[in-house]
T-cell receptor
Framework: DAKTTQPNSMESNEEEPVHLPCNHSTISGTDYIHWYRQLPSQGPEYVIH???SNVNNRMASLAIAEDRKSSTLILHRATLRDAAVYYCILTRRRETSGSRLTFGEGTQLTVNP | EAQVTQNPRYLITVTGKKLTVTCSQNMNHEYMSWYRQDPGLGLRQIYY???????DKGDVPEGYKVSRKEKRNFPLILESPSPNQTSLYFC??????????????FGPGTRLTVL
C-alpha cells in the first residue's frame, strides 16, 4: 500500500481556518484519499474522501493536488471540538467497498481558545 | 440511531482466562472488522468479515478468533489472553456501497488489560 506522510502535530486558534497537509508521493491511479479523525477517548470517524477533484462536505473540504501526490484537509472555522488526531489514508479502488484502513500516526490538532 | 456498540468498554483480566468482546451494528452492514490501537503503532486490523460466515485475517490475527453467525454481530474471542494483548480495541462496520467509498463506522472502543 502507498504510504502517507503527515506532520506529527499542528496548532490552530478557534474560529480560524486550518489546513492539514498530507503527502502521498507514491499514490497510484486507483487510490482514493480518505480522511478520518479520532476525538479523545472515541473511535475514529470518517471526515471526507476524494479521488482527483476537490471535495466539500458539511465537515470539511479536501483539496487534492493536480499530480495527486499531496492533499490538504481544510477545516474552515476550527472549533474546540475539532481537536483530534487526523489521519490521511489511501484506499485501493475495489469492486466493492469495505476494506482495510491502514492508519498511520496522524496529525494531532490542537485548537486554542 | 445508527451505531456500533461494543461490550464491555473496560475489562481487566488475567493471563489465560478466555474472554469475548462483543460488537453489534444496527446499520445492516455487510463488512465488519476489528482493530487494535497501541501507542506508536497506530490502529492495526486484526480480523475482518465481508459477510455472514465469511471471515479473514487482518494484519495481526495471532491470539484472536472471530465468528460471524449473524449479520449484526462480530464477537472477538481471546482464548488465552496474554499481557501483550493489552490494548484498546475497536470494532468497525461498513456497507458494500460505492466503489472507492470507504466510510467505516467505529464503535466506542474496549480497553483491555491483561495482567
Amino acid at each position: 500500500d502507498a504510504k502517507t506522510t503527515q506532520p506529527n502535530s499542528m496548532e490552530s486558534n478557534e474560529e480560524e481556518p486550518v489546513h492539514l497537509p498530507c503527502n502521498h508521493s507514491t499514490i497510484s491511479g486507483t487510490d482514493y484519499i480518505h480522511w478520518y479523525r479520532q476525538l479523545p477517548s472515541q473511535g475514529p470517524e470518517y471526515v471526507i474522501h476524494g479521488l482527483t477533484s476537490n471535495v466539500n462536505n458539511r465537515m470539511a473540504s479536501l483539496a487534492i493536488a493536480e499530480d495527486r501526490k499531496s492533499s490538504t484537509l481544510i477545516l474552515h472555522r476550527a472549533t474546540l471540538r475539532d481537536a483530534a488526531v487526523y489521519y490521511c489514508i489511501l484506499t485501493r479502488r475495489r469492486e466493492t467497498s469495505g476494506s482495510r484502513l491502514t492508519f498511520g500516526e496522524g496529525t494531532q490538532l490542537t485548537v486554542n481558545p | 440511531e445508527a451505531q456500533v456498540t461494543q461490550n464491555p468498554r473496560y475489562l481487566i483480566t488475567v493471563t489465560g482466562k478466555k474472554l469475548t468482546v462483543t460488537c453489534s451494528q444496527n446499520m445492516n452492514h455487510e463488512y465488519m472488522s476489528w482493530y487494535r490501537q497501541d501507542p506508536g503503532l497506530g490502529l492495526r486490523q486484526i480480523y475482518y468479515s465481508m459477510n455472514v460466515e465469511v471471515t479473514d485475517k487482518g494484519d495481526v490475527p495471532e491470539g484472536y478468533k472471530v465468528s460471524r453467525k449473524e449479520k449484526r454481530n462480530f464477537p472477538l474471542i481471546l482464548e488465552s489472553p496474554s499481557p501483550n494483548q493489552t490494548s484498546l480495541y475497536f470494532c468497525a462496520s461498513s456497507s458494500r456501497g460505492l466503489v472507492g467509498y470507504n466510510e467505516q463506522f467505529f464503535g466506542p472502543g474496549t480497553r483491555l488489560t491483561v495482567l
